[in-house]
Antibody
């Protein structure tokens, strides 16, 4: 079945780095845009970054520009998020999600269970 | 402060109809379609409504969505205890060049 599984979260000190991974299965990964969305403890959803199927189109939310890098390996059916210069406010559950599109509009139709990133000294 | 504005809470009794609003602007809801997500306690978000008013397969027809100019609404009829969850609206924002979410509405079934 269609599945996304995130990994790579953990506890890191401010200024440190982490690399998140998202393994996709059950669909043709290379056909889809993919995104990272995060949720700080007790807070709402916040879009972080999106990448097109061929990696030619990449967008970031302003608060992570210059610190985070999204990438993908279609041969390995995997999505990544390299996070550098981490701050306390980056503490959150990070979800990867598949983006699909209809005749009008697009949407995130498949979500992973998330991986937790905690930035603390 | 979220770009899309939702009421923080809503409530209803079993069998009732409740609506949740989502207010945006010309650069997001006014220009693009709206999606709704349901997040049950301790779980990942799930797509509930896409393209303003379309239900993915498996979503009961008790859930419906609508959009008018720069606002959208999610309606839940025949409220059930298992509908108790957080609900989020989302849309692409042409000015920010990214997805924007509402702050979420916590639905309580009394």
């Amino acid at each position: 079945q269609v599945r996304l599984v995130e990994s790579g979260g953990g506890l890191v000190k401010p200024g440190g780095s982490l690399r998140l991974s998202c393994a996709a299965s059950g669909f043709t990964f290379s056909d889809y845009y993919m995104s990272w969305i995060r949720q700080a403890p007790g807070k709402g959803l916040e879009w972080v970054s999106s990448i097109s199927s061929s990696s030619s189109y990449i967008k970031y939310t302003d608060s992570v520009k210059g610190r985070f890098t999204i990438s993908r390996d279609n041969a390995k059916n995997s999505l990544y998020l390299q996070m550098n210069s981490l701050r306390a406010e980056d503490t959150a559950v990070y979800y990867c999600a598949r983006e699909d599109s209809a005749m009008v509009g697009s949407y995130m139709d498949v979500w992973g269970k998330g991986t937790t990133v905690t930035v603390s000294s | 402060q979220s770009v899309l504005t939702q009421p923080p809470s809503a409530s209803g009794t079993p069998g009732q109809r409740v609506t949740i609003s989502c207010s945006g602007s010309s650069s997001n809801i006014g220009s693009n379609t709206v999606n709704w997500y349901q997040q049950l306690p301790g779980t990942a978000p799930k797509l509930l409504i896409y393209s303003n008013n379309q239900r993915p397969s498996g979503v009961p027809d008790r859930f419906s969505g609508s959009k008018s100019v720069t606002s959208a609404s999610l309606a839940i009829s025949g409220l059930q205890s298992e509908d108790e969850a957080d609900y989020y609206c989302a849309a692409w924002d042409d000015s920010l060049n990214g997805w924007v979410f509402g702050g979420g509405t916590k639905l309580t079934v009394l």
